[in-house]
């Protein structure tokens, strides 16, 4: 509907009570308005992570009592953690446990006596590019440079209070 026609339409709503409320929507704008396409996408979702207070009982659970394939626990130091990844089809789980004194992990299960789902990691295109822009919107990061996580891969954590209280990870794909 053109915009003059949209303008009648609405204007006669005054004097026709019976004449419908017609909304139209321009498809000339970009849904992602303000957003350089070029400089980065948010891709396929990578794994929602669960803090664990025993990786073999977890770990048993996912491989022999629901039949997933489990990856080997594998120490990650640079983070503090043990990581198991359980394989999904379509994502994967990452199941995390404390290593050393200062872990993250730590903390959350200390909280969270019986653990839970610690975060959920995004892939995208761009890590730097991804940075950059949502440091310039305002969305706090937990370091000040990316990491290599779990995968081989550039990560970083953006701090749940700017992200609906969700932990999220971001990892370059």
């Known amino acids: 509907m053109a915009s003059a026609a949209l303008k009648v339409a609405v204007a006669g709503l005054s004097r026709c009570p019976r004449l419908p409320l017609v909304r139209t929507?321009?498809?000339?704008?970009?849904?992602?308005?303000?957003?350089?396409?070029?400089?980065?996408?948010?891709g396929r979702l990578n794994h929602i992570a669960i803090a664990v207070p025993d990786m073999e009982k977890a770990t048993?659970?996912?491989?022999?009592?629901?039949?997933?394939?489990?990856?080997?626990?594998?120490?990650?130091?640079?983070?503090?953690?043990y990581t198991v990844f359980v394989e999904l089809g379509n994502t994967k789980l990452e199941l995390l446990h404390p290593l050393g004194e200062k872990s993250p992990i730590?903390?959350?299960l200390q909280k969270n006596k019986s653990g839970g789902m610690h975060h959920i990691c995004i892939e995208v295109d761009n890590i730097s590019a991804a940075i950059a822009d949502l440091k310039a919107k305002n969305i706090r990061t937990l370091s000040a440079e990316p990491r290599i996580g779990a995968h081989g891969k550039p990560v970083m954590f953006l701090h749940p209070k700017d992200c609906d209280g969700v932990l999220v990870e971001l990892e370059e794909a």
Not at 25 to 42: A, D, E, F, I, K
């Open 60 to 81: 048993a659970l996912y491989r022999d009592v629901l039949g997933a394939k489990v990856s080997n626990k594998v120490p990650l130091p640079d983070h503090g953690v």
């Open 106 to 108: 730590a903390g959350f």
């Open 25 to 42: 929507y321009s498809m000339t704008t970009s849904l992602r308005q303000g957003v350089p396409s070029s400089l980065w996408n948010l």
